[in-house]
C-alpha cells in the first residue's frame, strides 16, 4: 500500500527564514505534486516533478524530487507571510490507473 | 473551461437522510477522484474512476457510500443514511493522462454538516 509521509506537520516561521518540507514516499512512483490549501478553501497545484533529479522554482518556493531516495522536498526562501498555508505533496501510480494518494499536509505559519 | 464544479457547496442535513454530492469534472478529463477531507484524518482518496469506471474504490468507509459516474460529465457521491460521523469537506478532482500529465485540478468542495 503505498504510503506518503510529510514532515514537519507544522511549522511556524519567521519572515526572511528559509526551510524545507520532507515528502517520503513508499514505493515506486510516476510523478509528485505538490499542492497548497488556504484555510476554508480548495487545494491549488504548486508544481508537478516528472522525473528523478527533477527541480521546479516559483518564486520562493522550490521543489525537488529524488526518485531513488523516494523524496520530495519543498523548499521555502526568505518566507513571507503570504506564503502561509497548508502544503500537500501527493504521489500518483500510473499503472492503478492514476491513483493519486496525500501526504498528511504541512501547516505553514509565517508570522513577521 | 470553469474548473471543476461541484454542488452544493454547503449542505446540511439530519442523520438518517439521504445526502448526494455531484461533480463536473474539466471537459477532457478521464480521471475524477472524490476525497473526504477532516482533521482527523486528512485528505482520504474515496474513490476515482478512469473513463467512467470505478477503478478502487477500497477507500469507500462503507456500504452507506456510493458513487457513480454515468458518463464522462457528471458523478455524483451519495451517503444513505448520513451520519454525524460523515461531516467533512468533500472534494472532487479530476485530470487528464493525455501527454503523460495527470496534474489533478480540485473543485470546490462540499462542506458537509450531519447533525
Known amino acids: 500500500e503505498l504510503k506518503v509521509e510529510q514532515n514537519p506537520l507544522f511549522l511556524s516561521m519567521q519572515e526572511g527564514k528559509n526551510y524545507t518540507i520532507y515528502c517520503n514516499y513508499s514505493?515506486?512512483?510516476?510523478?509528485l505534486y505538490w499542492y497548497r490549501q488556504d484555510p476554508g478553501k480548495s487545494l491549488e497545484s504548486l508544481f508537478v516533478?516528472?522525473?528523478?533529479?527533477a527541480v521546479k522554482q516559483e518564486g520562493r518556493l522550490m521543489a525537488s524530487l529524488d526518485t531513488k531516495a523516494r523524496l520530495s522536498t519543498l523548499h521555502i526562501t526568505a518566507a513571507v507571510h503570504d506564503l502561509s498555508a497548508t502544503y500537500f505533496c501527493?504521489?500518483?501510480?500510473?499503472?492503478?490507473?492514476?491513483?493519486?494518494?496525500f501526504g498528511q499536509g504541512t501547516e505553514l505559519s509565517v508570522k513577521p | 473551461d470553469a474548473g471543476v464544479i461541484q454542488s452544493p457547496r454547503h449542505e446540511v442535513t439530519e442523520m438518517g437522510q439521504e445526502v448526494t454530492l455531484r461533480c463536473k469534472p474539466i471537459?477532457?478529463?478521464?480521471?475524477l477522484f472524490w476525497y473526504r477531507q477532516t482533521m482527523m484524518r486528512g485528505l482520504e482518496l474515496l474513490i476515482y474512476?478512469?473513463?467512467?469506471?470505478?477503478?478502487?474504490d477500497s477507500g469507500m468507509p462503507e456500504d452507506r457510500f456510493s458513487a457513480k459516474m454515468p458518463n464522462a460529465s457528471f458523478s455524483t457521491l451519495k451517503i444513505q443514511p448520513s451520519e454525524p460521523r460523515d461531516s467533512a469537506v468533500y472534494f472532487c478532482?479530476?485530470?487528464?493522462?493525455?501527454?503523460?500529465?495527470?496534474?489533478?485540478?480540485f473543485g470546490q468542495g462540499t462542506r458537509l454538516t450531519v447533525v
Open positions: 478532482a479530476s485530470s487528464s493522462s493525455q501527454g503523460g500529465n495527470t496534474e489533478a485540478f
Open positions: 514505493t515506486t512512483s510516476d510523478r
Open positions: 516533478l516528472l522525473s528523478n533529479g
Open positions: 501527493a504521489v500518483s501510480i500510473y499503472n492503478q490507473g492514476g491513483k493519486l494518494i
Open positions: 471537459s477532457g478529463h478521464n480521471s
Open positions: 474512476f478512469n473513463n467512467n469506471v470505478p477503478i478502487d
